[in-house]
């Protein structure tokens, strides 16, 4: 089922359950992991400041601050991601179950158990979840709380135990074997084949799931010891998305070329990377830019023994430099890992763009529509031009809107923001927020945007809500549709009395005006141009005012494009019937006039004696 199908008739037949493909399971796996880190993420850069500034050799040494780094390290992270995986599998309850389970894997171990609350935190929230599920029906009533907070006690206490003896002493070792891997691949210069893998992966929406999930817990134990790691570097780095970026704004073409320098500030400054990934998309030998960039920067990093006290969230510049350790040459690497990995990006993408002949004047809102379809119909889907629209059947029912992404944070937050704002100059109340696809609910009244590639666990999460999948949240054009639909709802059922009115009186007189025009609370008069008639708008309005002021009415005229009006009853509109058309879907409030001739209408004679 295309994302954008609609499935909330009571009458529909159930839908059959889509099994979903490996990629599908594996986003599901890494965003699991990295639902875990990324709620805890201002605890990470908490501890990577108070270690960088007053560890030993840190901006500003404290002997008596610097004590709360092990115990935060050791007991505060570890227990922040066990509880929140608890949580996501049985609430508040499961996490209280999964912190106390973690407990056993930390105290039975010497390293930072981050692998181990993994583990135990959504292990602690299943079993007491299967639990809950067991006896919901077989406790007597009055014993809910005893029996609550007594198999919360001792399911705990139990998996605490199997921690302390079982499992924490196999993560333990197997943090040994990929840290010692780690330590053996960074030593013989291998690591930057990494980014082979991880710039990929990237661009297929794992990227939190690589470093929140993978990167972050290694880091984590190796920075404890070392005082910084590499590892924190080789997914954030901004350098590889940068020189695509740079190259589309100097060699791209259309709307590409057009929207390449703001992306770039997004995404090197803001550390929004999905910005970029669109740009990608559109041409996929770009995979081979950003990995001969990651690899590039990686490698300098690890020439110059360059690395960072925590994770960078977002991956920022700003958050890089604020991340480093308190030294020059440090700064130093950091800065020209970052700009090689950008000049080496910028290179092969200014060959690929350069070399390519059938771009011509491309637009970016096509490659992506286009690209969607691709995928779509590489999945097997059939892909109807209707539907490749992503026009959603029904808007009346809709009540609040979600951005779903992988991690619930950075470009789904962005993309809420830019149709919050457009739905508020609209005129229109509705609730307009962002979460994680894994916290997604099958919600009433609920319209769900993600983005293409996790379309499918949409679908799952939420099947009786409408859905729109669009390839990148930040410049989307499907958002004024999603206006455009929301308007026109108010008026699926409009008075019939007007409308029919309308178009008798003007047939029986040139100069009737219509009956539901109420001139009396008029106080500004817009000729609104449609297209190509800029120029007759601007003479029509130039002539108004000359009526009006003949008239002595001191009533404004101005001459505004159709997205830039007011919805207000004191607004009248005079427009041609074309441009009728797009505001009576996008405005319920206006005063229309509708007219063959902007500039000499017979209707303007009763129209200015109207006019207060």
Request: proline share 5%.
């Amino acid at each position: 089922m295309k994302a954008a199908n609609v499935n909330n008739s009571a009458t529909q037949s159930a839908p059959v359950a889509k099994k979903p493909g490996i990629k599908a399971r594996v986003q599901k796996f890494g965003s699991a992991l990295s639902n875990m880190v990324m709620p805890n993420i201002g605890a990470f850069i908490a501890w990577g400041l108070i270690t960088a500034i007053f560890m030993k050799g840190g901006w500003f040494p404290n002997a008596d601050l610097a004590k709360m780094i092990q115990p935060m390290v050791n007991y505060l992270l570890p227990l922040l991601i066990a509880f929140t995986g608890g949580n996501m599998i049985a609430g508040h309850r499961g996490g209280v179950v999964g912190a106390i389970a973690t407990i056993g894997v930390i105290v039975g171990s010497n390293i930072p158990m981050f692998i181990g609350a993994m583990i135990m935190g959504p292990l602690g929230g299943w079993a007491i979840k299967k639990w809950d599920d067991a006896i919901s029906d077989k406790v007597r009533s009055g014993f809910e709380m005893l029996v609550n907070n007594f198999s919360a006690g001792i399911m705990g206490m139990l998996l605490a135990i199997v921690g302390y003896y079982g499992i924490g002493p196999v993560v333990a070792g197997a943090s040994a074997a990929m840290a010692a891997g780690v330590n053996w691949i960074i030593k013989v210069n291998l690591l930057p084949l990494a980014n082979v893998f991880i710039e990929p992966a990237k661009i297929l929406f794992l990227n939190n799931a690589i470093n929140q999930g993978i990167l972050t817990p290694l880091g984590i134990q190796s920075a404890a010891s070392a005082g910084k790691s590499i590892l924190f570097l080789l997914e954030p780095d901004p350098g590889p998305g940068l020189g695509v970026l740079l190259a589309f704004a100097l060699f791209g073409k259309g709307t590409a070329k057009a929207s390449a320098p703001s992306a770039m500030i997004i995404h090197f400054f803001g550390g929004i990377h999905e910005i970029y990934f669109p740009y990608i998309l559109m041409k996929p030998a770009l995979f081979l830019a950003v990995i001969a960039g990651g690899v590039t920067g990686t490698a300098t990093f690890s020439l110059l023994n360059v690395g960072l006290k925590s994770t960078p969230s977002p991956g920022s510049i700003f958050m890089l430099f604020i991340m480093s350790p308190r030294s020059i040459s440090n700064y130093i690497g950091l800065l020209l890992g970052v700009t090689l990995a950008t000049v080496a990006s910028f290179i092969v993408a200014a060959i690929i763009l350069r070399r390519d002949k059938s771009m011509g004047t491309e637009d970016l809102a096509a490659a992506q529509g286009q690209m969607s379809a691709m995928k779509n119909a590489k999945n097997g889907e059939a892909v109807n031009p209707a539907e490749a629209a992503d026009v959603i059947a029904s808007y009346k029912d809709v009540d609040h809107i979600i951005f779903a992404c992988d991690a619930g944070m950075g470009s789904s937050a962005m993309g809420a923001s830019l149709l919050r704002d457009k739905v508020k100059k609209a005129g229109i109340e509705m609730s307009v927020t962002n979460t994680a696809i894994s916290n997604l609910k099958d919600e009433p009244g609920l319209l769900v945007i993600t983005q293409d590639e996790l379309a499918d666990r949409a679908a799952q999460k939420a099947p009786h809500a409408l859905r729109l999948a669009v390839d990148n949240f930040l410049s989307s054009p499907k958002y004024d549709q999603v206006v455009v639909n929301l308007k026109a709802r108010d008026q699926v059922n409009p008075e019939p009395a007007p409308a029919s009115a309308a178009p008798q009186s003007a047939t029986e007189d040139p100069s009737a005006l219509p009956d539901n025009l109420d001139l009396t609370v008029v106080n500004e008069v817009v000729f609104v141009h449609h297209d190509g008639h800029l120029g007759t708008a601007t003479m029509a309005t130039s002539l108004m005012k000359g009526r009006l002021k003949k008239a002595n009415k001191s009533i404004a005229v101005k001459n505004l494009g159709i997205d830039e009006l007011q919805d207000n009853h004191s607004l009248l509109v005079v427009s041609s019937s074309e441009a009728a058309k797009n505001l009576k879907t996008r405005y319920t409030h206006v005063q229309v006039l509708v007219t063959d001739d902007l500039l000499n209408s017979p209707k303007y004679d009763k129209m200015v004696l109207g006019l207060k």
